[in-house]
């Protein structure tokens, strides 16, 4: 039961204080939102002027006709912004315009360019589109607007054009210049690769020329070809065999006929010239001196018969007679063996025969017959024209087989060098290749550009196209006097209350028997009521009536303000009828 009555005196108490500490609460109010007004009405407009850009899409298909522009339009506009915001183009402003006049006395011109970039402002106008790759929905930049503040709305309205048409201008002169040095690079690096496809092709030529015969594409060929030569080897080889045999055969028939005709005497002997009777004597030589002793009067008698005929025809070849000789005592001497012992008279005879023959084989010149050189015989003619031809034959067929043996190895170098020739072959094909494949792909390229770029300049392609022109503002867009006035009586109250609680927390005057119980710790014995004196209901009344005209006065001035800073009071008046009838 006394807690809630301890808190109505707290509370009756406060209200006293303030009760009493009406007036310096009303005099802070009142002061505070006398400066609330000022600020709000003294306040200097500032107006701003906007203009709007749409960011139209280019007009030729996209898969017809590819822009070279391929950046988001945000970040190009981001790019443009960086361009037109430089130094030189806002101090180009200022001056053609004669922006600041009172700060460009005192601040520098970078404080000037600051100043001006804080009156810019730039807001992206972005919408929900579908993005067309990903299929999802996503937002999109469709256009921005481009203001300015200043003080007075016609240089606002200027400067926003201004502006709006640099961003205009800079577009067209970013997406040409952006086309132009595509199409410009696109062509030199054609250039520069036409040139190298040319060097290429000259090298590759070069290398053809020098291993014609070992080229990748050749490697059957000279394979067949290495085969049919290897045959046709094979076939000269058994065409020389043939014929050496058939020389063979011959010189056998040759040495059975002799090269003049035959004489005979009336008896029915044979009348043997000259040179086959050296010959005999030669042969009945070699046998004699391997049966006697080099003093035995027969061997004696035929050294001087041999060498008077020596003397009187010269030597005679007598190689294939010595062979048959050397042949026949050969035979003899084996089948001596098989009859008796190394140390067997007839044995040691033939071993010395054969002995003999084979050391005149070695002595015996290899000259031809002087007969053979005047042969009559027919027979012994042609057999020796055949033999003639077949040797000839022969010695073509040899050089033949050296010529193809020549090209068999020739076959041979080109297919060993194959695999390195084909590797620097296939590397510089393969270069050749990818170097036409990029010259391709870089005049097609070439191509596109051209094509964006008349996109470009007959303004085709994606551009800016301002809908909304800057205006002069017919009303400001600061200060916003409504929410200043509203802060200041915020503000205002909060002071009142302040000042009237720090005034009532700084003063000591006992003035309730609350204040004596909680001063003396006693409670008092008898309080005494007030006595209000005529004096003082007099200043009471004069303060209702100075309230009272404060009140009509704070009511009139808030009409007021509604109306000339809110909304017209006939407007308001409409609106409320409308809910009232609604």
């Not at 053809?208 to 990748?216: F, G, V």
């Not at 005679?316 to 050397?326: F, I, K, P, T, Y």
């Not at 009140?551 to 009828?577: E, K, N």
Request: with cysteine.
């Amino acid at each position: 039961m006394n807690a809630p009555a301890t808190q109505e005196v707290k509370l009756i108490e406060r209200l006293a204080a303030m009760h009493r500490r009406r007036k310096p609460m009303l005099l802070t109010f009142g002061v505070t939102l006398l400066i609330a007004l000022l600020a709000a009405f003294l306040w200097p407009p500032t107006y701003r002027s906007t203009g709007t850009i749409l960011i139209e899409q280019q007009e030729v298909p996209i898969d017809v006709v590819r822009s070279m522009v391929s950046s988001y339009a945000d970040q190009r506009i981001q790019v443009i912004s960086q361009r037109v915001m430089t130094t030189e183009n806002l101090v180009r402003i200022i001056d053609r315009y004669s922006l600041y006049p009172e700060r460009r006395r005192k601040e520098t011109r970078d404080a000037l360019i600051a100043r001006m970039r804080d009156d810019i402002n730039f807001q992206m106008i972005s919408a929900d589109v579908v993005d067309p790759r990903l299929g999802r929905p996503t937002k999109a930049t469709i256009a921005f607007a481009v203001s300015y503040d200043n003080r007075s709305p016609m240089l606002a309205a200027k400067v926003a054009n201004e502006l709006t048409t640099l961003y205009l201008n800079e577009n067209l002169a970013s997406r040409k210049q952006t086309a132009d040095s595509t199409a410009s690079f696109l062509t030199d690096e054609a250039d520069r690769l036409n040139r190298q496809i040319a060097e290429l092709d000259s090298k590759l030529s070069t290398f053809k020329e020098q291993h014609a015969n070992s080229l990748p594409q050749l490697g059957q060929l000279n394979v067949q070809l290495m085969e049919r030569t290897a045959e046709e080897i094979r076939d000269t080889d058994t065409r020389i065999r043939a014929l050496d045999q058939q020389i063979v055969y011959l010189d056998a028939q040759l040495a059975q006929i002799t090269p003049s005709s035959q004489a005979f005497t009336s008896s029915g002997e044979r009348v043997m010239s000259p040179s086959d009777r050296l010959k005999v004597l030669k042969s009945d030589y070699s046998r004699a001196s391997a049966i006697y002793s080099a003093g035995h009067p027969d061997v004696v008698r035929m050294k001087r018969e041999i060498d008077a005929m020596q003397k009187e025809i010269g030597e005679v070849e007598s190689g294939n007679d010595l062979a048959r000789q050397l042949a026949d005592a050969q035979g003899e001497l084996a089948e001596v063996r098989k009859k008796y012992g190394a140390e067997h008279p007839d044995v040691v005879r033939m071993e010395r025969l054969v002995t003999s023959i084979e050391a005149a084989m070695q002595a015996s010149p290899l000259i031809p017959d002087v007969a053979e050189q005047h042969a009559d015989n027919p027979a012994y003619i042609q057999i020796q024209a055949q033999r003639a031809a077949a040797f000839n034959e022969r010695e073509s067929l040899q050089h033949k087989r050296t010529a193809l043996s020549a090209r068999i190895s020739d076959f041979e170098l080109r297919l060993s060098n194959a695999p390195e020739v084909e590797r620097e072959y296939s590397a510089m094909a393969r270069d050749l290749e990818n170097a036409q494949l990029k010259y391709r792909e870089t005049r097609q390229k070439e191509m596109e550009a051209t094509l964006a770029k008349n996109l470009e300049t007959e303004r085709k392609g994606e551009r800016f196209t301002l809908i909304e022109p800057p205006i002069a503002p017919e009303e400001p867009v600061s200060p916003n006097r409504t929410a200043i006035v509203a802060l200041g009586i915020m503000l205002a109250l909060g002071a009142a209350l302040t000042a009237g609680l720090a005034l009532e927390a700084l003063d000591c005057t006992v003035r309730s028997k609350g204040d004596v119980q909680q001063l003396l710790t006693v409670a008092p014995l008898a309080v005494l009521p007030w006595i209000e004196t005529d004096a003082e209901r007099a200043a009471r009344r004069r303060v209702r009536r100075f309230s009272l005209a404060g009140a009509v006065t704070s009511v009139m001035v808030a009409i007021a303000l509604t109306h000339f800073l809110y909304r017209p009071l006939d407007v308001l008046w409409q609106v409320a009828l409308r809910r009232l009838m609604n």
